[in-house]
């Protein structure tokens, strides 16, 4: 993904009340900053925000934390978050996904979103895939029993690598489309920017859900 630098959007982000800046002293405590025990759910890669913002607002009794690592991008997010100050369920952090597991606890991660994630295409770079066994494994550090993903993407080679990732991890497969807006599942789909962008390509929308061992 390209991406433009937004002058001054560091400043802003180390400023909004909501975004967590010493994200690795909230692990273990991350009910105590939503004042109740109500699962938390996370999204890696959030970008500009829009599918959580929108799973926010219909799912008040669920807490959310974005999770995006430029600045460029989460600003956006920010920008739209500081809109709605009566949302209390949502925050975010700007990191690297990768060290998630110095962030959360075991088990304080209820479930964990992947939209539309990087597709990485070199083969070197595979352990860079949000949906890699090495990601997976940092996952299930995070995720209690029963926990698990649902990732969603348009680019087919991607999709089909994550398929045999989640085999190779001892995942267990709930269920997967090659077409979700035909599929029986889209009820109740909430968009991504960039599904939005894709699916008005004419591409369809890849989408599996995913259980912890
Ligand atoms: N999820 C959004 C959507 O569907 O519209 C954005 C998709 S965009 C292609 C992928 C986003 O993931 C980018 O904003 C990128 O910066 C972020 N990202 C990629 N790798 C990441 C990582 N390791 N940790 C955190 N964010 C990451």
Redesign the pocket.
Known sequence: ?R?KNVPGSREAIAESEYTIKNEESMKGKWHELFGNNNPIHI??????G??IMEMARRNPDINYIG????SS?LIRAIEKREQEPLMKNLYFIR????YIGNVFDKGEVAYIYL????PWPKDRHAK?R?TSRQFLKRYEEILPDGGGITFKTDNVPLFNFSLEEVEAAEWKLLNFTRDLHKSEYNEGNVM????KKFSELGNPICRLVAQKK
Do not use: C, H, P
């Not at 939209?115 to 990087?118: A, Y």
């Open positions: 993904m991406l999204e890696i890669g959030m970008g500009k829009q599918f999770i995006e690592k430029y991008v990191m690297d996904a990768e939209n539309f994630s990087d860079r949000l991504t920017e960039y599904e």
